[in-house]
């Protein structure tokens, strides 16, 4: 099996392309490196193209035969996208339309697709299941909303099979410290807390101490990259007996806040972490967990990082890797 990973330059891509190629499956990994690290593609080769440009995806899908595709190429920052809305759905919409239609073009029926819990906005219940109302509260949300819809139609026009996968929050690294979590600039909170904590980056900035939680700052859902990256394959196998396109969300299926995230990194780092409280962000809803039960169910997903800490302490194995780089 020969799967394109488009995005696998970054984050989570880079994570899955790690996963498929210790499995023996042969990756591709397409990015353009505008935010992905040539450093991390260290499995599989990479094709330098950007998903906006139709005639280079055109040129990769004629170039080689691919039997499924993996797509984390996005725009994914909340403020970001409410400051700057086109360039959001230039890039996640309009980007991807252009490797849907490549993929018609050359007769590749199967993705999976990188979706988000902001396609949710406000929570209406204490845990995100697959039926809660869509109603995302920024761009982002928006544009990822709109792709799994596209998906939707593609499946009843053309007879795509897909499946979004809709994250709760990202967190961790290979837990061998090869890859990490490292975006410029950074605004996620978990590295920047452990850089706070180990002094390679400025004081944390809490965004907000006001939200109605127990403690005012937002309360979010961390799922372990790894595990994210089980759940794609998984998701790519279930197409195999299940034409049409699915969603599922991907979490924990419980809450920590920003308080208790600072706090935990202080005890696995043994440092305190130095922070500062700033006014909230736009588009930030208080609280968002998930439910996975059906991914549980139907894909067969059993995350293997359950608990905040083990999650932690893979990330903070990674940043003092980059420590002994230096």
Not at 122 to 130: G, M
Not at 136 to 154: F, Q
Not at 208 to 217: A, E, M, S
Request: with cysteine.
């Amino acid at each position: 099996m020969h799967i394109l990973v488009c995005g696998g330059a970054g984050y989570i891509g880079s994570h899955m392309a790690r996963w498929l190629a210790l499995r023996d499956i042969r990756v591709t990994v397409l990015d353009d490196l505008s935010t992905g690290h040539r450093s991390f593609v260290q499995w599989g080769d990479l094709i330098e193209a950007d998903i906006r440009d139709p005639v280079a995806l055109d040129r990769v899908f004629a170039a080689q035969r691919f039997d499924a595709v993996m797509h984390f190429c996005a725009r994914s920052l909340v403020g970001e996208s409410v400051a700057d809305p086109y360039s959001y759905y230039a890039s996640n919409v309009g980007g991807t339309l252009n490797l849907l239609q490549a993929m018609r073009t050359h007769d590749v029926a199967r993705l999976v697709f990188s979706s988000t819990a902001a396609v949710f906005g406000h929570p209406q219940a204490d845990r995100i299941d697959e039926d809660h109302p869509q109603k995302p509260i920024n761009p982002y949300g928006a544009s990822k909303l709109m792709v799994e819809r596209i998906l939707a139609d593609a499946a009843s026009a053309y007879g795509l099979r897909s499946v979004a996968l809709r994250y709760f929050n990202a967190a961790g690294a290979a837990p061998d410290g090869t890859i990490g979590e490292a975006h410029d600039p950074e605004t996620h909170l978990v590295p920047n807390a452990i850089k706070a904590a180990l002094g390679t980056g400025p004081a944390l900035t809490l965004f907000g101490d006001d939200y109605p939680t127990p403690d005012g700052t937002c309360i979010r859902d961390y799922v372990h990259v790894d595990d994210l990256a089980q759940a794609h394959l998984l998701a790519l196998d279930y197409l195999d007996a299940n034409p049409g396109a699915h969603a599922f969300n991907l979490g924990n299926g419980q809450g920590f806040s920003v308080r208790e995230v600072i706090a935990a990194v202080a005890q696995v780092a043994g440092r305190a972490v130095p922070h500062s409280v700033a006014p909230r962000r736009p588009g930030d809803p208080a609280v968002l967990v998930a439910s996975s039960d059906r991914a549980r169910a139907r894909l067969g997903w059993r995350p293997e990082y359950t608990k905040l800490a083990p999650i932690l302490e893979t990330a903070l194995r990674w940043h003092f890797s980059q420590d002994d780089k230096q």
